[in-house]
C-alpha cells in the first residue's frame, strides 16, 4: 500500500478488496503475490493497531470499579 497514514477502517477495506480480488482468480501469479504481500502489511498494521487500542482500554479502565447493574436495581 502507498506510504500514507492508514486508518484503521480504510484498512480493513482494502484488506476486503484484497481477499475479493485473489478469490476471484483472474490474476497472475505475480499480481496474487504482490496482492498477498501487501495484504499481508496491511494486516500487521490492524493487528498493531488493536494491540494499541485494547492497551489504551487497559490504561482508561484499569482503576475503574465496575458496578454490576443487577445490584442496583431500584
Not at 501469479?29 to 493487528?47: A, R, W
Request: aromatic share 6%; proline share 0%; glycine share 2%.
Amino acid at each position: 500500500m502507498a506510504k500514507k497514514k492508514l486508518v484503521f477502517e480504510d484498512a480493513i477495506k482494502r484488506l476486503d478488496q484484497i481477499v475479493k480480488e485473489l478469490e476471484d482468480g483472474q490474476l497472475s501469479l505475480e499480481k496474487s503475490l504482490q496482492l498477498f504481500t501487501e495484504g499481508i502489511e496491511i494486516s500487521k498494521f490492524c493487528q498493531e493497531s488493536l494491540e494499541d487500542a485494547e492497551k489504551r482500554i487497559y490504561e482508561l479502565t484499569k482503576d475503574a470499579k465496575l458496578v454490576d447493574f443487577k445490584d442496583n436495581e431500584m
